[in-house]
């Protein structure tokens, strides 16, 4: 799809306002690529990605009117999506590992695990590392994207999830130690 002008774009928030299935299909379009990569970092498998976004579109154009013209209407829409995995995941919310502050700790000290190494190889294709993601538990995957990808803090995503800030750690820390083991096994292998 091309560029849209701001007046056109208007029209077509407009569009969607009012309930016109050809601007709800236009914005779909315009945002499922980018949208659909989001969901697919925080879903097992392509089909849960989808199951995801389209909850996260029903949430778009249900709260169009909320859109207040401030910011980019793409963020905005992120912003949904991202929500809308959360609330998935709190949802299926049996999957989390609790683990306390004083076990995380002491992981740490004693395995290294909350290090993060910076090693050199060979490039890894983003199809490789999403693979690898989505093999992660849905909490060490949730945590990992919210951390890394979203940048929110421990804090943050213990308040987001319902969690604690160790799990929230201990999750980050276990998610790093089996994509290290994965990458591991699949740079030597090349």
């Known amino acids: 799809m091309g560029a849209v002008s701001k007046h056109e774009f208007e029209l077509l928030i407009a569009g969607c306002l009012q309930g016109d299935r050809a601007s709800q299909q236009q914005v779909y379009e315009r945002f499922y690529g980018k949208m659909m990569g989001l969901c697919l970092r925080y879903a097992k498998d392509a089909d849960e990605a989808k199951d995801i976004l389209q ?3 029903i949430k778009v154009f249900a709260n169009m009117s909320k859109y207040n013209n401030k910011g980019s209407f793409e963020g905005w829409i992120r912003r949904i999506v991202v929500n809308t995995a959360i609330d ?3 949802r299926n919310k049996n999957h989390f590992v609790h683990v306390d502050d004083d076990y995380m700790d002491h992981l740490q000290e004693k395995e290294g695990y909350g290090a993060v190494e910076d090693d050199e190889g060979p490039p890894i294709e983003t199809k490789r590392v999403l693979a690898e993601v989505q093999k992660l538990s849905p ?3 949730t945590v990992f994207n919210l951390y ?3 940048g929110l803090s421990h804090k943050e995503i213990s308040d987001s999830l319902g969690i ?3 799990t929230s750690k201990s999750n980050l820390a276990k998610a790093k130690m089996n994509l290290k083991k994965a990458f591991h096994k699949v740079l030597n292998y090349q």
Request: neutral net charge; hydrophobic residues 40%; charged residues 25%.
């Open 148 to 150: 890394v990808l979203e």
């Open 55 to 57: 909850e996260g579109f």
């Open 139 to 141: 909490a060490y995957r």
């Open 164 to 166: 604690s800030i160790g």
């Open 88 to 90: 998935h995941f709190r």
